[in-house]
């Protein structure tokens, strides 16, 4: 069975800082791919970010990027320069080949101090 | 207008009253589905249809139903409900190919009292 772990409840973090954000997947495929979603106040789901468990090199998307520790099983948030509108709940997310399903975490609200 | 539209936005009912939330789309995808999401519990699948015709349970589809009217069209109904079903429920489609990208609606929040 595919599990997905976020074991951070709540982070928070100084406007400008770096935060780091931390998911553990569990998963028997070879061929999967991770997410995060963002979820404002607003509700709606927002893709952050993804990654192919085949490619080696860590995805990026402008101020977020991800570090891809597929060993360890490990597929972590990382937000530089962190804004005031990165507050929200973040939610790592897991599918594996051949399947409709995401299996996602419990979410991480991340809070950005002025 | 949203490619994924729920509705009602908020919704709040007594204990033992059906009721009927509503999905529809614009992506024109074959694919789609309910979750709930609960504090500490993320997101779970209630049911998911792969057509009009292919209709299948999640993993917590019990006090649930769902009708999928037309493609763009797929409801979630509450039978008789409990207040342990209050949640924020979400309709997603997704694309036709692996990793099959979901687009959410912006959620519905019931409460029932």
């Known amino acids: 069975a595919q599990t997905v772990t976020q074991s951070q409840p709540e982070m928070s973090v100084q406007e400008a800082e770096t935060v780091t954000l931390s998911c553990t997947y569990d998963?028997?495929?070879?061929?999967?791919?991770l997410f995060w979603y963002k979820q404002p106040p607003s509700r709606q789901m927002i893709l952050v970010i993804r990654?192919?468990?085949?490619?080696?090199q860590n995805a990026t998307e402008n101020r977020f990027s991800v570090n891809f520790q597929k060993a360890a099983k490990s597929f972590s948030l990382k937000i530089s320069d962190s804004q005031l509108g990165d507050a929200a709940m973040y939610f790592c997310?897991?599918?594996?080949?051949?399947?409709?399903?995401?299996?996602f975490g419990t979410g991480t609200r991340l809070k950005v101090l002025a | 207008d949203a490619d994924v539209t729920q509705t009602p936005r908020n919704r709040i009912t007594k204990t033992g009253k059906r009721i009927m939330l509503e999905c529809s789309q614009t992506?024109?995808?074959?694919?789609m589905y309910w979750y709930r999401q609960d504090p500490g519990l993320g997101l779970r699948l209630i049911y998911y249809?792969?057509?009009?015709?292919?209709?299948n349970k999640g993993e917590i589809s019990d006090g649930y139903s769902v009708s999928r009217q037309a493609q763009a069209k797929f409801s979630l109904s509450l039978e008789s409900a409990i207040p342990n079903q209050t949640a924020l429920y979400f309709c997603?489609?997704?694309?036709?190919?692996?990793?099959?990208?979901?687009?959410f609606g912006s959620g519905t929040r019931l409460t029932v009292v």
């Open positions: 997603a489609t997704s694309d036709p190919g692996w990793p099959y990208g979901y687009t």
């Open positions: 998963t028997s495929e070879s061929d999967y791919y």
């Open positions: 990654q192919e468990a085949y490619k080696q």
């Open positions: 997310a897991l599918t594996t080949s051949g399947t409709y399903k995401y299996i």
């Open positions: 992506k024109g995808h074959d694919r």
């Open positions: 249809s792969f057509d009009v015709k292919d209709i």
